[in-house]
């Protein structure tokens, strides 16, 4: 069967989501997209995912990759986009259908991955309608102290002391940005990019950032952590609800291929 590679771009509030990946009697958004599919296509259906994000982690840049049948492509190109909408729950969408080369892989093909995590010090907490994507956080923080920390963060590093270990993979990542702001309306907002993350990293990374934001830590301290090779115990995960994939990077068209099978040997 002959078939088109293409390429989603979708958001998601994530607070009433399972994470990403499909699992048997929870609501995913790779569950409601492929169910949203099947009531389209009468064809199999892969989903490949930039990244899988956890349990009520939000996007606004998410990718993923679907081989659709030329058949159904032909038939679907000019309504695809109105119909999955037509289909799919309010708290998911998917906002660009592009035909891409079968050497694009939405996972592998990936330069960087950008987050964002919200938090909210004042003393009332996040504003109603930002309560979903704003952690609310009791103690003031300050700036200073966290870009402090930030930047011994930033670099080529193993960050096993950030990351759930899964047997036989590399936690060694390279972080590009990692920073703080403070947005008008008051809410600290960090920003981090990375060629790629493990489970639960970027939360581990700010939940260490808060404790020194907030003065209970030294801004050396969450580098110190780097001369691990297993998760710090001292190290407490951010809350889910803070956290925004917002970007996901590639290369030209002409290195999708080269950049997919670099990927999978540095994983390995």
């Not at 929870?26 to 949203?36: D, I, M, N, P, S």
């Not at 759930?164 to 590009?176: C, D, G, L, M």
Request: aromatic letters at 8%; hydrophobic letters at 40%; a neutral charge.
């Amino acid at each position: 069967m002959e078939t088109i590679r293409l390429r989603l771009d979708v958001s998601y509030d994530g607070a009433d989501f399972s994470g990403w990946a499909a699992q048997p009697g929870r609501r995913t958004v790779a569950g409601v997209l492929t169910e949203a599919f099947g009531r389209l296509v009468d064809a199999p259906l892969g989903l490949t995912v930039a990244g899988r994000t956890d349990t009520g982690v939000h996007a606004t840049g998410q990718v993923c990759h679907v081989d659709l049948p030329l058949e159904s492509w032909a038939d679907l190109e000019g309504s695809l986009l109105r119909r999955l909408a037509a289909l799919m729950p309010p708290d998911a969408r998917v906002r660009a259908i592009t035909p891409v080369p079968a050497s694009f892989d939405a996972r592998f093909s990936a330069t960087f991955r950008r987050y964002e995590y919200r938090v909210a010090d004042t003393p009332w907490g996040p504003e109603p309608l930002r309560r979903h994507d704003t952690l609310g956080w009791v103690r003031p923080l300050e700036l200073e102290r966290l870009n402090a920390a930030a930047a011994g963060l930033v670099g080529e590093n193993d960050y096993a002391a950030y990351c759930k270990r899964k047997e036989h993979a590399t936690t060694v990542r390279a972080i590009t940005r990692l920073d703080w702001r403070r947005d008008p309306d008051g809410v600290c907002v960090a920003t981090v990019q990375a060629d790629a993350f493990c489970q639960s990293m970027v939360r581990s990374l700010v939940g260490a950032m808060l404790t020194v934001g907030d003065g209970r830590r030294e801004p050396s301290w969450p580098r110190k952590l780097l001369t691990l090779r297993e998760r710090s115990s001292e190290v407490t995960v951010a809350p889910a609800n803070g956290l925004t994939l917002i970007a996901v990077g590639y290369p030209e068209e002409a290195e999708y291929a080269a950049r997919a099978d670099a990927t999978r040997r540095m994983r390995a």
